[in-house]
């Protein structure tokens, strides 16, 4: 318990990378993932740290259950004296009620444990604000032992469910208590189960036994308890009394928990009992942190393993859509159909701007349907793979906008290399003619084979060597945006994906972390 500082700085780092860890995808386990970073987080937050930095801290037993299983009524019975309320309205509350020693409210009233919670000092007093915890004092419990009532684990109220899961990773010792009819539920047997799993000081009470029955529930209890491995757990017996009825709001007699007060108590006043009942929940809780981490790391790796998964889908779609533009230009070209026409016509009954048009609706209609094609594969592709996010299409009429902005910025871009080639090749000639130049580059760079036609036109007019130089210079500028119209629609497609932000790291990180941690205890251990 005395733990060196080493470790305590291997937890904290630990802590640090459960809490960067995420699990943004909807993968098989995911949201097991969640809970589990959400439940070590708590424990590291609300107990094993605050825990091994103050092992002389009071012990806090958290007595949990199910709906109606008479918590609050065994609190205020233990206490003597009504400290929480019990009823009908039990699973609503957000407002947990520690009790303890006067000499004790100290080590509560901070942000030591349940670092979640605000603080009420005095009866509970439930509001419409985040869930706060319930400071109530009382010399009827021993110094060194604080009692809380914690809400339902099976609870109508997910907040409440959640809470209370919360409450239980932050005990010394978990006071579980279910009932003569509802003691072979499943809440309880996981609950059991859990603290079996992380080792904690556990103890069980078995809450209004009719007396005609008892013997044989309790044989029955205790077979169960000793099939699971659980049968050197305390258990505790209260009767069915008068006091139970009624949504448990009267207080049992002293006799009826006698023996539950007592076990609590001998665990903080021999300081031996106390010690090693904190020690045995902060040991186990740390045993436990190998198998619950690596499984995080596992999901990690699968988050990741399945984001590159989506990402290769995508960048294979795209990478066709760039095949299929190369493909076009390379080959029969945009010459065709109304720009065709124009060429053909080209320049005495067609204009340098009509063919320049005609060029750049053929460019701009090219790759929409490149990206058309490219989104359509990659929504099929997404829709096999498990956890892949929704979003990133958009409508034709969008992509077709973006892609005609950078069509139009192409166009004047060659245009302007036109007008300096000419005035490097000292071309004069009427006004109209620059147009009638970047028509022919135009033709020769986006009409396929049929460009060496325009090609040769343009030489005639600049010369071979600026001819060449022109369409060298106009080449790159049409490669620049083919790839910056595929680029930017490939990340507007990715984006839901890539906004998650999915890398290694975090899965090596947690491994490196845990690591730490074991080396630590280790050495501690020794």
């Known amino acids: 318990m005395h733990a060196r500082p080493e470790l305590l700085d291997a937890l904290t780092e630990l802590r640090k990378r459960l809490a ?30 605050p825990r091994l930095r103050h092992p002389e801290a009071p012990l806090l037993a958290v007595v949990g259950g199910s709906t109606g299983a008479g918590k609050s009524t065994l609190v205020n019975s233990l206490v003597g004296r009504r400290v929480t309320e019990a009823g009908v309205l039990r699973p609503t509350t957000r407002t947990p009620v520690l009790v303890c020693h006067p000499h004790d409210q100290h080590w509560f009233s901070g942000r030591r444990v349940l670092p979640q919670l605000g603080r009420v000092v005095g009866p509970r007093q439930e509001t419409e604000g985040p869930p706060a915890l319930a400071l109530v004092t009382t010399r009827a419990l021993p110094a060194g032992l604080a ?87 305390p258990r505790f017996t209260v009767p069915e009394l008068p006091e139970s009825a009624g949504g448990g709001s009267g207080l049992l007699p002293a006799s009826a928990v006698a023996g539950l007060r007592e076990w609590l108590s001998s665990r903080a006043q021999d300081p031996a009992a106390r010690a090693g009942a904190a020690a045995r929940t902060a040991t186990g809780a740390l045993g436990s942190l190998r198998a619950r981490v690596a499984a995080l790391a596992s999901a990690g790796a699968a988050q990741y393993a399945a984001a590159v998964r989506l990402d290769q889908r995508l960048a294979e779609a795209y990478a066709e859509a760039d095949r299929r533009v190369r493909a076009c230009l390379s080959g029969g070209g945009l010459l065709t159909g109304q720009a065709r026409a124009h060429w053909l016509a080209f320049p005495e009954d067609a204009s340098a701007e009509e063919l320049l048009d005609a060029l750049t609706h053929g460019l701009t209609g090219l790759l929409v349907e490149a990206v058309s094609a490219a989104d359509e594969r990659v929504t ?43 005035a490097s090749a000292g071309a004069r000639g009427e006004p109209g003619e620059d147009a009638e130049t970047a028509a022919l580059l135009a033709a020769a760079l986006l009409g396929g084979r049929t460009g060496n036609v325009a090609q040769q036109a343009l030489a005639g007019v600049l010369g071979p060597r600026v001819a060449v130089k022109l369409r060298d210079q106009g080449a790159r500028q049409v490669r620049a945006c083919v790839e910056r119209v595929l680029t930017c629609e490939r990340e507007r497609r990715g984006a839901p994906l890539h906004r998650l932000g999915i890398t290694a790291a975090p899965q090596v990180e947690l491994v490196a972390a845990l690591s730490a941690v074991q080396a630590r205890h280790t050495r501690t251990a020794a």
């Open 20 to 49: 960067a860890a995420r699990f943004p995808l909807d993968l098989p386990g995911a949201e097991r993932a969640r809970r589990s970073r959400a439940e070590l987080l708590a424990q590291l937050d609300g107990y094993l740290l």
């Open 147 to 233: 009692l809380l009532d914690a809400p339902d684990i099976d609870s109508l109220v997910a907040a409440n469910r959640d809470l209370a899961a919360d409450i239980l990773c932050a005990a010394d010792i978990w006071v579980l208590v279910t009932t003569a009819s509802r003691y072979a539920d499943a809440v309880p047997w996981h609950l059991l189960r859990s603290a079996r799993e992380y080792d904690v000081t556990l103890a069980t009470v078995l809450d209004r036994v009719p007396h005609q029955i008892a013997a044989e529930i309790s044989r029955h209890y205790d077979s169960l308890l000793d099939h699971a491995g659980l049968g050197d757990v």
């Open 380 to 422: 099929a592709a997404w829709r096999h793979e498990p956890g892949a996010p929704a979003g990133g299409d958009d409508t034709g009429e969008a992509v077709r906008e973006r892609v005609g902005l950078l069509v139009r910025r192409l166009r004047r871009c060659l245009e302007e290399l036109t007008e300096e080639a000419r």
